[in-house]
């Protein structure tokens, strides 16, 4: 995967509108959800000034019972926010826009418990569960998040050259918590056998949570210079820095046993505070070559250089075997890297309607310090992953443009992977470089219009992600849990592929119909990389079916729809895990249960 772009639609500096639109949802075996959006357009300077509003709310209803707290269609979620976006264009080459957007985020534990067998301590607690979306989580704290982005951009055509400056403000709050109940129930078994009960009381932190309150904020500035179109040469250079800073606690808290949610008051008995400061500079560059009119050679490289400070301290502790123990002074540790990263792209055109490409590039991630102030010191950072990848591709057009069909062949070498590990005496899960893996596949894909009205779209992937070295560390896990070269990288689904038809047409003058087929296939993945891990757990293998049809108006001011999402009704296990300590009787998150839904629009000018 990848980072995935969002480019919102600027004002429009010549004309009044805007849309609403409204929706209304069933889910099978849970509660309704609704949504409304809105956005109103309106110049304030005819071509020299405008301003858009965007605003969104949704409410999504639960579909998983709680059997512990007896509570239904759990899972719940409530979102809303908005945008203002504002162009000023003082002169044909100058071009401002600024932004500021909110969004809030008010949601319950949307997982259920797919695995309970496979609890070591399961003949002990006997729960009936629900063969599908039953969950045995005995806390239910929401998960809330408060994100605002502020974006200053300034475009200047200088005749010769573009100058670009972009600046952004990232301010993140989010109150995010795990059930730690199973820990402390794991802790007064293992304290009975031990006939140790009598010392520890594991029984006063049933039911408990762990709650993590955050804040991040994060400035980035960029400055980039890019020539005009050349029949020889094209260029872009260009600089950027950011700073982000974050602050965590991780706080045990009682739970209301009746209700699972907090006391009131709350009631803290373990808290550890963690401040992770990162500093990003990097200066870039790229140039592409027209040897000839078919011919295109594209060079970049990019310098990068970051330092990463994590200090932290435990100022509230509790006595307890393993997981409790005394207070920390705040302790400081560090990590940083510098290097290059490089990118070559050659293309050819073959035909008018073909062009083929081979594309060789790399790319990092940072390194840094784990957030446990507690691990041994061998432990506690760990060093940036990187990988090559190679693409060779085509893409072509046939038929006056009415079939269009890309497809590529890749190979990506992972080195100095960054993996997730627990320590030997499994109380804490940190972040460590093992191994290497190498990602061969294949893309495909097309898109068809056979006549005005009826769009046809298919693509399918094949990745075969494999471990090429071992992951052997004496430092953590036991050996038989780490991967082997051969070993499957987890959550990568060897097959994937869509196939999707769209069909308008028109009814009388006034109206036109449409109707749209959608089927999605994920392959088999699973959660961790050896087939001996007993915590391993596997997903996908399904497809998704999913219809809509629709009425509107021929001049595009309205329309109504219809629509049934997993039409089948399946089972499509998205994410699945085991935590032994904290989540041992698995966690599943899935495509909810067949939906069916209203949508209705307006547009208006």
């Keep these: 995967g990848g980072a995935i772009r969002l480019i919102s639609n600027k004002p429009e500096l010549d004309q009044v509108d805007g849309s609403i639109e409204t929706g209304y949802a069933v889910t099978q075996g849970g509660s309704p959800s ?40 759990v899972g719940k979620s409530s979102e809303g926010g908005g945008r203002v976006l504002v162009r000023y264009q003082p002169t044909d080459k100058v071009t401002i826009d600024a932004s500021f957007s909110t969004e809030a985020t008010n949601a319950q534990p949307n997982f259920w418990t797919p695995y309970p067998e496979r609890w070591a301590l399961a003949p002990l607690y006997p729960v009936d569960l629900p063969s599908r979306y039953g969950s045995e989580i005995a806390t239910l704290v929401p998960y809330r998040d408060k994100t605002n982005i502020s974006n200053l951009t300034l475009n200047w055509d200088l005749d010769w050259a573009t100058l670009t400056a972009v600046s952004s ?3 993140r709050a989010s109150y995010y918590n795990q059930d730690s109940t199973p820990l402390f129930q794991y802790a007064k078994y293992l304290l009975g056998e031990l006939g140790l009960s009598h010392v520890y009381n594991a029984d006063q932190y049933i039911p408990s949570y762990l709650y993590y309150p955050g804040q991040t904020t994060d400035w980035s500035n960029e400055l980039r210079l890019s020539s005009k ?23 045990y808290e009682y739970a209301d046993p009746t209700t699972g949610g907090p006391l009131s008051p709350s009631e803290i008995f373990y808290r550890r505070y963690i401040d992770d400061d990162l500093q990003q ?12 009119q078919d011919l295109n050679i594209t060079g970049g490289l990019r310098y990068y250089n970051y330092d990463k400070d994590i200090t932290g301290y435990t100022d509230l502790n509790f006595n307890f075997p393993l997981i409790g123990g005394g207070t920390i002074p705040p302790t400081t540790v560090s990590a940083g890297q510098s290097g290059w990263l490089k990118k070559l792209d050659i293309s050819y055109t073959l035909a008018p309607n073909a062009m083929v490409y081979a594309l060789a590039a790399d790319g990092m991630r940072p390194g840094g310090a784990n957030q446990l102030i507690n691990l041994p010191i061998n432990l506690t950072t760990y060093k940036a992953d990187w990988l090559w990848n190679y693409e060779l591709g085509i893409k072509s057009n046939w038929f006056d443009h ?68 071992n992951q052997i560390s004496n430092s953590y896990e036991e050996q038989d849990v780490l991967g082997l070269v051969g070993d499957r990288v987890p959550y990568t689904p060897k097959y994937t592929g869509a196939l999707s038809a769209a069909y308008r047409w028109p009814m009388g003058d006034n109206f036109e119909g449409m109707a749209r087929l ?10 961790t990389f050896r087939p001996t891990d007993p915590t391993r757990t ?47 009787f698995g966690e599943a998150y899935t495509v909810p249960p067949r939906t069916i839904g209203i949508d209705l629009k307006y547009n208006f000018q």
């Design 34 to 73: 609704w949504q409304t959006n809105a956005v109103f357009n309106l110049p304030l300077i005819q071509n020299k000034l405008a301003v858009r509003v965007v605003a969104n709310k949704k409410d999504t209803g639960g579909y998983i019972d709680n059997v512990v707290l007896n509570r239904n269609n």
């Design 169 to 171: 403000y990232f301010d």
């Design 229 to 251: 179109d050349n029949d020889t040469l094209d260029w872009t250079a260009g600089l950027y820095e950011e700073q982000r800073k974050s602050s965590l606690f991780s706080e």
């Design 281 to 292: 500079k990097a200066a870039y560059g790229e140039v592409t070559w027209h040897v000839t």
């Design 402 to 469: 009415k079939l269009y069909m890309t497809a590529d062949v890749y190979q990506i070498n992972w080195h100095n992977m960054q993996v997730s590990a627990i320590t030997l005496d499994g109380t804490s899960e940190f972040i460590t470089n093992a191994g290497a893996a190498r990602m061969r596949g294949f893309e495909w894909e097309t898109f068809y219009r056979p006549f005005n009205g009826l769009d046809i779209t298919a693509n399918f992937n094949y990745v075969n992600a494999v471990l090429t070295q």
């Design 518 to 527: 959608d089927a999605n296939y994920v392959g088999t993945s699973y959660s």
């Design 538 to 584: 596997s997903m996908g293998n399904y497809t998704m079916t999913n219809a809509r049809i629709g009425l509107e108006d021929a001049g595009g001011n309205w329309g109504a729809y219809l629509y049934v999402d997993n039409m089948f009704n399946k089972l499509a296990l998205v994410s699945t895990g085991i935590q032994t300590y904290y989540a041992p």
